[in-house]
């Protein structure tokens, strides 16, 4: 009985491992108010950006009080360090999870606009020329290190023979030196040829990023916080943030390439 598909499967496997590790973006649970613990980083001293508390009283209606919990994103290293680090010490929650909310919509706008078969085309064809190119260029390396070995191992003849000024500790030295320069142009060869061969899980790959894209740009506006911080630790890399709220996103590198894509391939206003 198969319940969820397979994609699904692996996915939650990896999530479940990754929640396991001493450092990783998965979150350990989604039960806190507050969008993107683990991914903030600070600009201005490089330092991560994690969220606390801090207990406020309000009082009531009826003139007692009841204590109000306030989340923030806190510089840890500013509050230690003012003197070095020069930027914000605190960045409201609220604002913050707002202005990234704002740039993810902005993200699945975009995606939206793209053509699933011509990227995957477009983009496997131009991986498939650079990595045409990188073989080339090591089976280039590769031909004339092993022409240089065989001139070497010709000089050995002539060293015995008598017909060669050069002594055989060098020769022998230089033969060493060059096998290891055909072996290490041997395994890059290799390298590209599978990478080659490897175009087909790229093409699966883009496909199953692009579909979750797709997905997570129609439920993500109805999510809970707990789904909500589970895609975003699927999408984004690391957030930096500077004075004013000012802040780079970085997106993980099958977004970052769709993205790329997409900036290519839309033409420009009166073209």
């Known amino acids: 009985l198969q319940i969820i598909d397979v994609d699904t499967f692996e ?45 406020k009283d309000v009082q009531r209606s009826d003139g007692s009080y009841r204590q109000k919990v306030e989340l923030r994103y806190q510089c840890h290293y500013h509050i230690r360090h003012p003197q070095i680090c020069d930027g914000q010490a605190t960045y409201g929650t609220a604002k913050l999870d707002e202005i990234v909310t704002q740039a993810l919509h902005k993200l699945f706008d975009q995606v939206k606009t793209i053509s699933e078969e011509e990227m995957i085309e477009t983009e496997l064809s131009k991986k498939k020329q650079e990595l045409e190119a990188f073989l080339a ?41 060059t096998e290891e320069k055909v072996e290490q142009t041997r395994q890059d060869m290799e390298h590209w040829e599978e990478e080659l061969s490897n175009l087909d899980s790229s093409a699966r790959k883009l496909h199953k990023s692009y579909a979750n894209l797709i997905s997570w740009s129609e439920m993500f506006d109805c999510c809970n916080m707990d789904e909500k911080k589970m895609i975003v630790a699927q999408l984004i890399e690391k957030i930096t943030i500077w004075k004013s709220y000012r802040m780079e996103i970085k997106f993980n590198v099958t977004v970052e390439q769709i993205l790329q894509y997409q900036t290519l391939h839309t033409p420009a206003i009166g073209a």
């Open 11 to 55: 996915r939650a496997q990896e999530i479940m491992t990754s929640r396991t590790l001493k450092r990783s973006d998965v979150p350990l649970n989604g039960k806190g108010r507050a969008l993107l613990v683990g991914k903030l980083y600070c600009g201005h001293c490089g330092g991560k950006i994690t969220l606390t508390t801090r207990g």
């Open 137 to 177: 260029r090591a089976k280039s390396f590769h031909a004339e290190r092993q022409k240089e070995l065989n001139d070497y191992r010709s000089e050995v003849l002539k060293i015995i023979r008598g017909e060669s000024p050069l002594g055989m500790e060098l020769i022998n030295d230089l033969v060493r030196e």
